[in-house]
């Protein structure tokens, strides 16, 4: 009994923690370049004296879907969208180097290249310059060229950072965007190539997160009734060593 009420409780617990990845995953079924979070869990014996009977669900591989999104064809030359393994150079909020596939760029109030939520897009070199007014054009290599109206040919203005580090050595960021596990800055990976006028979209597949978001609620229930079981079986028990 003791053992059920320890495998219900954390169970439980860890049951709503996956309906929020999956609750997580689907708000950003639209989302460009996301990659699904993933959970998975395990039964482990609590060690210490007297706890033997006791076991927790623990997570064993919290991360993300690594595989690719569909991609959609826009026409627009600052959409960009890495073709097969890779990614695209951020600056996070908080300084760092981070990774992303979502290749919706724009040109940002101070003029450099950036996300839609204002993020700088880092080249080999840091933040890409673009001058004012000028029409932009993205390499499969990543090079981006500025073409200035009254000044004939265009000028290459920066080199898109791409990288492709093991899957493994990267974690997901409350922010959605990835780093190196170690806290150091990716190499750039001259192989990674990209298509312009091209997004990737989320890689969530919301009948699949729907049916597991079912399947949580089924199992949190199960959780709440083995508990309920437990607390019987106590009575029960009282019960019986209370009358002789």
């Known amino acids: 009994m003791d053992k059920l009420i320890y495998t219900a409780m954390s169970g439980a617990k860890h049951l709503l923690h996956r309906q929020d990845a999956l609750a997580q995953n689907l708000a950003n079924a639209s989302t460009t370049g996301y990659r699904a979070d993933t959970v998975a869990f395990r039964a482990v014996p609590i060690q210490g004296e007297g706890a033997g009977t006791r076991v927790f669900a623990i997570e064993t591989t919290t991360g993300a879907d690594f595989s690719a999104g569909p991609m959609t064809s826009t026409g627009r030359a600052l ?5 097969g393994p890779g990614w695209f150079t951020v600056q996070g909020s908080d300084g760092s180097e981070a990774y992303t ?21 880092l080249g080999e070199g840091g933040p890409i310059e673009i001058p004012v007014g000028a029409q932009v054009a993205i390499g499969g290599d990543g090079t981006v060229s500025a073409s200035v109206p009254g000044v004939a040919g265009a000028s290459v203005v920066g080199q898109l950072k791409l990288v492709n580090p093991p899957p493994e050595e ?29 997004l990737e979209g989320s890689n969530v597949n919301v009948v699949e997160a729907m049916v597991g978001m079912i399947a949580a609620a089924r199992q949190f229930e199960l959780k709440m009734k083995l508990l309920a079981t437990a607390e019987q079986n106590e009575q029960r028990a009282n019960t019986l060593l209370g009358n002789p």
């Open 79 to 83: 959409d960009v969208a890495v073709q």
């Open 101 to 121: 596939r979502a290749g919706n760029f724009q040109i940002g109030v101070n003029g450099t290249l950036a996300l839609p939520n204002g993020m700088p897009v």
């Open 170 to 198: 990267l974690q997901k960021g409350l922010d959605g965007l990835f780093r190196l596990k170690s806290g150091q800055p990716a190499a750039a990976d001259p192989n990674v190539r990209v298509v312009d006028g091209t």
